[in-house]
C-alpha cells in the first residue's frame, strides 16, 4: 500500500527489518519526518503500517507519504522507549501526538543559609538548599509561600537585602516576617519555625500542630503570654491551611501524580490536528493537594485514551522527577514504560489504576478538572475559529492557517529590538517566537530596523526552499504604516519571496485600539468596525508581538544601564563592579547605599565610595 502520491515501495525494506527491538521514523519526500515509533520486534510493527486491512484513516494518509524509512535497533524496549521519546521532543514529527510543556516546574525553597530564606524557584535543584515540590504551577507555589508566611512569618527577602537592613521591613510590620534581619528573633526561634515549616511541607500536620500545641501550653504556664498569643496564632493560622487542603491522604505522607482524559468526539475546524483531547495532571505531595495543569496535545485525532496517556507518561515524566506512584483512569500496562521510569526515579514506580478509597476520589476530581479545562478550550476555540474564519473572509484567504507578525521596540534608539510572533492553529505559538538585537543602523531608524529583522528571519526560508516549508507563514502582519510596509515588500522582492502576504497595522488616530488600519501592499488602507473578529485576532496578535518585543527590549536596556552607568566611575573595573552588584544585590541597591555602607564592599576605600556615591546621585 505505497498510495498514489509517491513510488515508494516498501517491501525490500521490509524484508531487510529483524525481529529486535528498536525505533523506526518515517520520512516524507521532502526529508521531513513523519513520525516516529518504538517496536519490540521491528519487523513485525513496520510491517503493520502496510497492511490492506485494519488502518485507521489518520494512518492510511500518513502511509501515503511515506517516501524513506529509518531504523535504529535498540538492546532493549525500555531503551527504545527512551531514544523514542527524545527523537519526538527534538524532531517534533506531523504524525506523533505531542504533548507542549516545555515549562519547568515551580519548587519551593528554603536556602542553606545560617537564617535560611523562603523562596519561590524554578530551575535543576542545587543540594545546597532543600527543595519541596514540585508544583503543578507557579499559583500553587506562591500561594503555599504566603499561607508559609501567614504561619512561621519566614523570611523571603534576598541575601544582599537582608545582609543591610538596619531596621525592620514591611513584611514584619504586616506580621509576616520576624525579621532576623536585626535580631528581633533568636536563631533557634527561627530555626524552630523552619523545622515545623518542614514538616508542614512534607504533610506532617498532626506533628505541626502537636508541637505548637506543646510549645503554647508551656509558654502560658510560665506566664509568657506574648509568646503564647504568638503560638495560638500560628495555629489559626495552621488550621486556615488544612481547611485549604481538600484532598488530604488517611495513608500518611503520600508522593502521587494522578492522570485523567476527557476527549472530545467533534472537531472544530475540520483540520486533522483540531480534534480536543485534555490530560488533567493532579499532584499530590506528602498527602496534600498541590494543584492540577491540563495539557492538550496535538496530533491525539484516531488514537485511544490508552494510547494517549501513555504517550503523556513517557514525553512528560522521562526527563523529569518521578513520585512513587502514578494513578491512572484507563488501562497502561507497558511494563518497559514502569521500569524506564524507576531505573530513572531510583526507586520503584508503580503505574496503577484507581480502584477505590482515597484514590478513586482523587481520579474522579482530575476527571471533573480533565472535562471543565476541555469544555472551556472548546469555547476558546470556538472564538478563535470564529476570528480566524472571519480574517480568511477578509483577505480572501480560505487556507490560512500561520500567522507570523513583528513589532520593533526601543527608546529613543538605545537597545532597539524586533519581536517576531507565530499564530497558528488557533492558538499563539509561544515557543515558536523569535526576538532580534538590531545593530548597526542609526538609533531610531525604524525602517532599518525592520528591513533587518525581516531579512534575518525570511534569509533562510528563501534559502533552504522546501526544507522550510513546515515554518513557512501563509500570512505576515508588520506593526506600522505604509513605509514599515514598503521595507517589507522590498526584503521580500530581494530573497525572492514575493508571493508572502503582506499586511500593515496602522495605529489609528491617538493610537486607540479599535481605530486601526489595515494597510495593504496596493496601498490601499481600510478600517474594520471595532466589533469585527477578524479586527480582533490581528489585535490580539500585534499585542502579543509589542508584549513580546518591549519586554526584551527593557531588559537589554536595564543590563546595559546596570553596565555602563558604573563603568563610567574612574576606578571602578570590571572586579570591583562584579562585587559591588554581588554585595548589594543590584544597581538600584548600590544607588541606595551610603558612603559608610558602599566602604564595606572589599576593594572600596572611602574615597573612592565617595566618589561612586556623588555619581550616582
Known amino acids: 500500500m ?16 529483524p525481529l529486535l527491538p528498536g525505533v523506526y ?39 501515503t507519504h511515506i517516501a524513506r524509512i529509518e531504523t535504529t535497533v535498540t538492546r532493549s524496549e525500555a531503551e527504545a522507549l527512551l531514544l523514542e521519546n ?17 515549562k519547568s516546574y515551580p519548587y519551593i525553597v528554603l536556602t542553606g543559609d545560617k537564617f535560611p530564606r523562603l523562596t519561590y524557584y524554578r530551575g535543576t535543584p542545587n543540594r545546597q538548599h532543600q ?42 510590620q504586616i506580621n509576616r516576617c520576624t525579621a532576623p534581619c536585626v535580631k528581633l528573633i533568636s536563631e533557634d526561634a527561627y530555626q524552630s519555625d523552619i523545622r515545623n515549616a518542614v514538616l508542614l511541607l512534607q504533610g ?20 509568657q503570654y506574648e509568646q503564647a498569643a504568638a503560638l495560638r496564632d500560628q495555629l489559626r493560622a495552621l488550621h486556615t491551611v488544612q481547611q485549604k487542603q481538600f484532598v488530604e491522604s488517611t495513608g500518611g505522607a503520600t508522593d502521587a501524580d494522578i492522570i485523567a482524559l476527557a476527549q472530545s468526539e467533534k472537531l472544530l475546524t475540520g483540520h486533522p490536528q483540531d480534534g480536543l483531547v485534555c490530560v488533567n495532571l493532579v499532584m499530590v505531595r506528602g ?19 490508552d494510547e494517549i496517556v501513555q504517550a503523556f507518561i513517557a514525553q512528560h515524566y522521562l526527563d523529569r522527577s518521578v513520585p512513587p506512584l502514578l494513578v491512572l483512569g484507563v488501562t497502561c500496562g507497558d511494563e518497559a514504560l514502569a521500569q524506564l521510569l524507576s531505573e530513572q526515579a531510583g526507586h520503584a514506580v508503580k503505574i496503577s489504576q484507581a480502584a477505590g478509597g482515597e484514590r478513586k476520589q482523587w481520579l474522579e476530581m482530575a ?7 476541555l469544555e472551556q478550550r472548546k469555547m476558546q476555540h470556538g472564538g478563535q475559529k470564529l476570528r480566524l474564519d472571519k480574517l480568511r473572509e477578509l483577505l480572501d484567504m480560505p487556507d490560512l492557517q500561520r500567522i507570523e507578525c513583528f513589532d520593533i521596540s526601543h527608546t529613543m534608539g538605545e537597545a532597539a529590538q524586533a519581536s517576531c510572533v507565530v499564530y497558528e492553529n488557533l492558538d499563539m505559538r509561544t515557543s515558536q517566537y523569535r526576538r532580534y538585537n538590531i545593530t548597526g543602523i542609526t538609533p531610531g531608524d525604524d525602517y532599518a530596523a525592520m528591513r533587518q529583522a525581516l531579512t534575518r528571519r525570511y534569509q533562510k526560508l528563501a534559502e533552504d526552499g522546501q526544507k522550510a516549508e513546515a515554518a513557512r507563514p501563509d500570512l505576515v502582519l508588520i506593526d506600522g504604516g505604509l513605509g514599515q510596509l514598503h521595507v517589507a515588500m522590498e526584503v521580500m522582492h530581494e530573497l525572492g519571496l514575493n508571493d508572502l502576504a503582506l499586511v500593515g497595522v496602522a495605529k489609528g488616530e491617538e493610537r486607540k485600539a479599535g481605530l486601526e488600519q489595515l494597510i495593504f501592499p496596493d496601498g490601499t488602507a481600510r478600517q474594520l468596525r471595532d466589533d469585527d473578529p477578524a479586527l480582533h485576532l490581528i489585535q490580539q496578535i500585534r499585542d502579543e508581538a509589542h508584549r513580546f518585543a518591549i519586554t526584551g527590549h527593557r531588559a537589554k536596556r536595564g543590563k546595559a544601564r546596570t553596565a555602563s552607568s558604573l563603568e563610567e566611575i574612574s576606578g571602578v573595573g570590571d572586579k570591583r563592579r562584579r562585587s559591588l552588584l554581588t554585595h548589594f544585590g543590584g544597581l538600584r541597591e548600590v544607588k541606595q547605599a551610603s558612603v559608610e555602607q558602599l566602604c564595606q564592599v572589599e576593594g572600596i576605600s572611602k574615597s573612592l565610595a565617595e566618589k561612586i556615591y556623588q555619581q550616582l546621585h
Open 287 to 305: 498527602g496534600r493537594h498541590l494543584g492540577d495543569r491540563s495539557f492538550f496535545p496535538d496530533h491525539a485525532e484516531g488514537l485511544s485514551a
Open 86 to 102: 527524545n527523537l519526538i521532543k527534538s524532531l517534533r514529527p506531523r504524525y506523533n501526538i505531542l504533548f507542549r510543556d516545555d
Open 131 to 172: 527543595y519541596f515540590g514540585p508544583y503543578p504551577n507557579a499559583y500553587a507555589a506562591k500561594e503555599s509561600i504566603q499561607l508559609l508566611q501567614k504561619i512561621f512569618r519566614i523570611r523571603t527577602c534576598e541575601n544582599s537585602v537582608f545582609n543591610n537592613r538596619a531596621r525592620p521591613c514591611l513584611l514584619h
Open 204 to 223: 506532617r500536620h498532626l506533628e505541626v500542630e502537636q508541637t505548637l500545641r506543646v510549645a503554647m501550653e508551656q509558654a502560658a504556664e510560665s506566664q
Open 25 to 63: 521514523r518515517y520520512y516524507d519526500a521532502k526529508g521531513e519526518v513523519l513520525y516516529v515509533g518504538k517496536a519490540n520486534q521491528l519487523k513485525k510493527r513496520v510491517t503493520s503500517y502496510f497492511q490492506k486491512t485494519n488502518v485507521s484513516p489518520r494512518i492510511r494518509l500518513m502511509v
Open 2 to 17: 505505497s498510495g498514489k502520491s509517491n513510488e515508494f515501495d516498501p517491501k525490500p525494506i521490509l524484508a531487510s527489518l
Open 367 to 373: 476527571q471533573r478538572n480533565a472535562l471543565l479545562a
